[in-house]
């Protein structure tokens, strides 16, 4: 049997889904940075305050 034939029989190796966990989440803190840098520091202080009163009232009704 090959080794490529033995890794495929026990599944995923724990470091290829460490692996895959750690680049998720700098994919999702990379965007969240994005975000936060090319639209939320442009909103004036009155569309901020509307988008926390908003999510507020969303987190309620749930």
Do not use: C, N
Request: net charge negative.
């Amino acid at each position: 049997m090959s080794p490529a034939q033995d890794e495929a029989e026990r599944g995923t190796s724990p470091l290829a889904v460490l692996t895959i966990v750690v680049l998720g989440m700098y994919i999702a803190g990379s965007l969240g940075f994005f975000v936060k840098t090319h639209y939320w520091d442009h909103l004036t202080e009155a569309q901020k305050a509307v988008v926390i009163e908003s999510m507020a009232s969303t987190e309620q009704t749930l």
